[in-house]
């Protein structure tokens, strides 16, 4: 790890404690720099706000489906399957800081990551994310994480949910020719 990640890493995990403190608003870059230890201009190379420290975070959870790759699964739909639950299992420890920062954002700031993840778990399960399927899935995945928020416990709900929707766009995109 460098020390570029080892700092990022650690404000990662510092945002996510104060956000389930207190409101995503009220805490800036610095908050997080010295909740993590890290001197804040050294921080603010590395994430000049906390956009860019949520986007480390984001890509940290997309690992979690990256690394599913190597899973030997039959079908397509339970590669892409599998590639959603990890990431949302890598996300669910820190369930009610992401909810509050998303409540806190504006849905187009969050929005923005989204293709991000829906290409990871794409690649993930070996499938090409081609503009049509990339679209597909991420629609799949804001559907997914609606059903996360208030799905707690064992996540049969959001399970539930994620399947229903792979089987659709699956359909919906054979249907245009653009399949998976």
Do not use: C
């Amino acid at each position: 790890m460098t020390a570029a990640e080892d700092i990022l890493d650690r404000a990662a995990a510092a945002a996510l404690s104060l956000a389930a403190d207190r409101p995503w608003t009220q805490i800036s870059l610095r908050d997080i720099a010295v909740k993590a230890e890290v001197p804040f201009a050294e921080l603010y190379a590395r994430a000049d706000g906390k956009a860019a420290v949520l986007a480390h975070l984001s890509t940290r959870f997309d690992r979690a489906a990256l690394a599913t790759a190597s899973a030997q699964v039959a079908t397509t739909h339970d590669r892409l399957f599998d590639a959603a639950m990890a990431r949302i299992e890598a996300m669910e420890p820190h369930r009610a800081a992401l909810i509050a920062i998303s409540r806190s954002e504006r849905l187009v700031v969050s929005a923005l990551r989204f293709p991000k993840t829906a290409r990871a778990i794409l690649e993930a399960a070996g499938v090409d994310a081609t503009p049509a399927r990339l679209t597909a899935m991420t629609a799949v995945w804001v559907r997914a994480l609606q059903v996360w928020r208030d799905d707690e416990g064992a996540l049969n709900r959001t399970m539930a949910e994620l399947d229903k929707r792979l089987k659709q766009m699956t359909s919906g995109l054979e249907k245009v020719g653009a399949g998976v």
